[in-house]
């Protein structure tokens, strides 16, 4: 986490580059296997289907790790760029290396280095990743849009897409985002069996999660204990944010500078139960719609 960076992109300071730290995130399903890249062609079939994750602004490519485990036991092959809003700042920002340049790049590098051309695709964004999400590919890509917007500037939303709001989003509040859902999305609340199905009786001999989602979902946590912004974020990243930065955190909010929920989070340290919603959800819809033919 390179407090330098965030302190370029939220005020403009130029820190010195020491002030920095690295963190261990444990896995969040078991060990962690490392292959070398020359060989990750033999990891997957060409058909296998490709999820992007693209993070949000003073994000990073580790924000949705935990997403990524579990869409990688399902047989998804998850990519997640970093880009150059992140605080992980592993690269030094450069004039005219954006979003709408690394994404398809990083698609390339896919079909080209792994060897995958099949046309499954899908990506998953939050925040700023919304607008990566709605901007990359056509309509045959599933798109997942978590605390950010739901439908380009135009209100066109193409495809399958599963868009995850709450009220308690401090940073991209629900109230902003309402009047941009386009009205061809079908909305449920956070009390619904499609969101939390464990919570309801099954058929018998039927399995959990059967219930299909429509082509375009609208999910509004609106319960009191509603995840924040960042509740969507792996707990690792949150904790190391929290070690890292929170004696930061009156400074930042005497200067007024936007914390992103950051203090929210430092009460609530609500993303293992918010992943615990989140993740299902997610799973299931990405597997309707790129892996229902199998």
Known sequence: ISVRR???LLCGWNLPSFLQKSYDLSPFLGEYVVED????????????????????????RFDMCHLAECLAQEGFVCIS?????SLA??????????RSII????????????????????????????GTAINTGDRSWAR???????????????????????VNDGAVPLNRLRDRIPSDFVQFGDDSPLVRPMDFEVVQDSPPNQQQFPLKTAVIFERRDAPNHISFLSDGVNNAMIDLLSPLLPVAQALKIPVLDFDKYKISQDSAPTAEI?????????????LSGE
Do not use: W
């Open 89 to 98: 700042a592993s690269y030094e920002r450069m004039d005219g290396l954006e």
């Open 37 to 60: 890249s020359e060989d990750a062609s033999m990891l997957s079939s060409a058909d296998a289907p490709v999820i992007v994750l693209a993070h949000g602004y003073l994000g990073s």
């Open 6 to 8: 965030i302190g370029q």
């Open 81 to 85: 760029p970093e880009y150059p809003e």
């Open 278 to 290: 989140v993740i299902p959800m997610v799973r299931s819809f990405l597997k309707q719609n790129l």
């Open 103 to 130: 994404t398809p790049k990083v698609m390339e590098t896919v079909i080209e280095k792994l060897g995958i051309t099949g046309t499954r695709r899908g990506i998953v964004g939050h925040s700023l990743g919304c």
């Open 144 to 166: 997942v849009c978590i605390a950010g917007y739901a439908a380009n500037q135009g209100g066109q939303a193409d495809g399958a897409i599963l868009f995850i709001s709450s």
